[in-house]
């Protein structure tokens, strides 16, 4: 069974450091692998992808995240964080390439302070 | 912003009571799915449907039915509420190969 764990509720920041939002996942077979952003009142928006391919992903508004097969990781890292960053960050996972089996983690909470 | 319409985006019911949800795509995905949203469970899927008339239960079926007549429409029931499925409900959609799951912007229900 697939699974995700963001092993951090919390993670304070100060605006202009590099902040990372830790996932680790566990599949059995290949994994695909999701970064997702809900901002209060709002639903969950997409931020970037793993499916193959290198291991750095870029996406949206500057952050980018690194899988790496060996630590069964997906951190998502931002070089330099924003006020307007805070918000409630999903890890997910779908295994495969095929199927409805999303597997979203507990979520972080980002707060990054001016 | 996927083209994903929740209604009602907010609800007060009494218990015992049916309620029913509606999500509308625009998107013409394949798969669609209901998840409700509680503090310190993060998102739990409901029901999911892979195409009109195909529908399978997710993780916290319990009390909850759903309906697709259409590519479009995927209807969340709650034939009887209780104060247990108080709870912000997330509609989502995709497509079955390599793609995202997009989400609509939530349906807040308050079960009195």
Redesign the interface.
């Known amino acids: 069974a697939q699974s995700v764990a963001q092993p951090e509720d919390q993670v304070n920041v100060a605006e202009g450091n590099p902040l990372t939002v830790k996932c680790t996942y566990s599949v059995s077979g290949n994994p695909?692998l999701?970064w997702?952003v809900q901002y209060p009142?709002?639903?969950?928006?997409?931020l970037l992808?793993y499916?193959t391919g290198d291991n750095l992903v870029k996406g949206s508004y500057g952050f980018e995240a690194e899988f790496n097969k060996s630590q069964t990781s997906f951190h998502l890292k931002k070089p330099s964080a924003l006020v307007s960053d805070s918000a409630l960050y999903?890890c997910?996972v779908r295994e495969d390439?095929?199927?409805?089996n999303?597997v979203?983690?507990?979520?972080t909470r980002l707060s990054v302070l001016p | 912003d996927a083209g994903i319409t929740q209604s009602p985006r907010h609800k007060v019911t009494e218990t015992g009571t049916p309620v029913t949800l509606r999500c509308h795509q625009t998107e013409n995905h394949r798969y669609m799915y209901w998840y409700r949203q509680d503090p310190g469970h993060g998102l739990r899927l409901i029901h999911y449907s892979y195409g009109v008339k195909d529908t399978d239960k997710g993780e916290v079926s319990d009390g909850y039915s759903v309906s697709r007549s259409k590519t479009e429409d995927f209807l969340l029931t709650l034939e009887s509420a209780t104060s247990s499925q108080t709870s912000v409900y997330f509609c989502a959609i995709s497509e079955p190969v390599g793609n995202t799951i997009y989400f609509g912007e939530g349906s807040w229900l308050t079960v009195v």
């Open positions: 695909y999701f997702y009142n709002r639903g969950l928006q997409f992808k499916i999903f997910a390439n095929y199927g409805q999303f979203f983690g507990p979520g």
